[in-house]
């Protein structure tokens, strides 16, 4: 939930116009999560649903790009063009992206590391894809 929490903070604060979590096995907004966003949950739209890789689908359907984060993709994550219709898809820290979710992806992006630790956590990594959003729309 406190991920989950920091996540729509860094969402609300960079411009998102919502978060999308799957219904389940996924964490939910409880009060523990309202209180690490900082109220942001109570100002961004909040989705839960049923299948993240149809839901996604969907989403193509509509116009947006698809990018995943993954720690080992090859493309860092400031080529991708984040200026139109996009949806950032992060997976379960550990985990990663399940594999239909990552195959429903239009192009899955890293962000590179340098020290000793080889990954970042969701919440950090959401901060850093959604405000790399913000600046290539000039609002960063």
Not at 65 to 81: M, S
Not at 110 to 116: A, D, L, M, T
Request: glycine share 12%.
């Amino acid at each position: 939930p406190r991920n989950l929490g920091a996540v729509c903070r860094s969402a609300e604060s960079a411009g998102a116009s919502g978060v999308a979590i799957p219904s389940r096995r996924s964490a939910t907004v409880t009060a523990a999560a309202c209180k690490a966003s900082a109220g942001a949950v109570e100002h961004l739209q909040v989705a839960r649903v049923g299948n993240l890789a149809d839901w996604l689908a969907r989403a193509k359907d509509a116009g947006a790009w698809i990018y995943g984060a993954e720690a080992g993709a090859e493309a860092p994550y400031a080529q991708a063009d984040l200026t139109g219709k996009v949806v950032l898809v992060l997976g379960g820290e550990g985990k990663g992206l399940r594999r239909r979710v990552a195959e429903s992806c239009d192009l899955l992006v890293s962000i590179p590391v340098r020290g000793r630790v080889h990954s970042l956590n969701v919440s950090a990594a959401a901060a850093v894809l959604l405000f790399e959003a913000a600046r290539q729309r000039g609002a960063g």
